[in-house]
């Protein structure tokens, strides 16, 4: 049976005050990343080869992928050749300026189109991603932007899953269609598209299993959820959020090109940034599929899912200058 839940208390909870927000460098300054290149440059302050033989190694050590950072050194490289580079600063500044335009193109908002009412957000990822608390953040930023959320419990293989998300619904206020455990996943989140547009919803956003990637069962129930949803709406969903842990490293890569060859993936979800996450895997999944990374994670707080800035997010992850490293 379809069920609702919603919480009579949000409101109270709503009203209460939130700690201030953190800044970026403040939540990415425990990164791997930030720390192995604020080592670097206080104990190599000399521009030579091996600064930056060491540099293109921090590099691929906080997974930043070979092809982009061999790109990035072998352009440092040539330009410290011809002498641009007075003093290690200047260095850094170029280093963040490439690591920037590298971000630049990737860093794309997600933005609902009033066109498709409800907008469905298909949300996917393996397990341990974060994904249910993604979704919870995602529906409390667009709530707050004036949008009617509703929430389809879909991954309906873990009995946690949809208890998550119905407590994540009565925490913001907003709606949770939700079947029995072991339902069929296309059937509740065809239920759910079906129950937001009764009630005029602005946007459904859909969880989904997260089962291994490497398991054909998973994607061809992705690609059942698509044809079924296809059947309220041809154009549903409209966005397919993948999501990301940034402490996975290079295994991010395989699974990015998995759910894109299976559902069609639209945009990126990058969760866990701050603290032990390496940070570098962001550079590789750009220079690879050059995807739309719609937000990051810095953090637990509802606030801490931040659409992604490509100069803020660099700017964090490295020292402001040498002689503050």
């Known amino acids: 049976m379809l069920k609702f839940w919603k919480n009579r208390d949000a409101e109270k909870a709503e009203s209460a005050p939130e700690p201030a927000k953190k800044t970026w460098r403040e939540r990415l300054a425990g990164s791997v990343f930030n720390r192995d290149i604020r080592d670097l440059f206080a104990r190599h302050a000399k521009l030579d080869e091996a600064l930056l033989d060491e540099l293109e190694a921090v590099l691929i050590g906080a997974d930043a992928g070979v092809a982009a950072s061999t790109e990035l050194i072998e352009d440092l490289r040539a330009r410290l050749h011809q002498r641009e580079f007075a003093e290690a600063n200047a260095l850094l500044d170029a280093l963040r300026e490439r690591l920037v335009a590298l971000l630049v193109p990737v860093a794309q908002p997600l933005r609902i189109d009033a066109a498709h009412k409800p907008f469905v957000i298909l949300t996917v990822g393996v397990n341990g991603v974060g994904k249910t608390t993604t979704i919870g953040k995602l529906a409390r930023r667009l709530q707050h932007g004036g949008h009617e959320v509703v929430l389809a419990a879909g991954d309906t293989f873990r009995a946690a899953a949809v208890e998550q998300l119905k407590t994540w619904g009565e925490r913001i206020n907003v709606a949770v269609i939700?079947?029995?455990?072991g339902a069929d996943s296309a059937s509740v989140i065809f239920d759910a598209l079906q129950a937001a547009k009764s009630r005029g919803a602005d946007v459904l956003i859909a969880d989904t299993a997260g089962r291994l990637h490497t398991q054909g069962g998973l994607m061809d129930e992705l690609a059942k959820i698509r044809r079924v949803l296809g059947k309220l709406d041809a154009q549903a969903p409209h966005?397919?959020?993948?999501?990301?842990d940034g402490t996975t490293g290079q295994n991010a890569i395989s699974q990015t090109r998995q759910f894109r060859q299976a559902i069609g993936v639209t945009g990126l979800v990058v969760?866990?940034?701050?603290?032990?996450?390496k940070g570098g895997v962001v550079f590789a999944l750009a220079r690879e599929f050059g995807l739309p990374i719609r937000f990051v994670g810095l953090g637990e707080s509802l606030d801490d899912l931040r659409?992604?800035?490509a100069a803020a997010f660099v700017d964090g992850l490295l020292p402001e200058s040498i002689g503050n490293a």
């Open 271 to 277: 969760t866990k940034l701050d603290g032990t996450a």
């Open 178 to 181: 939700a079947q029995g455990s």
């Open 239 to 244: 966005e397919v959020l993948l999501v990301i």
């Open 307 to 309: 659409e992604f800035d």
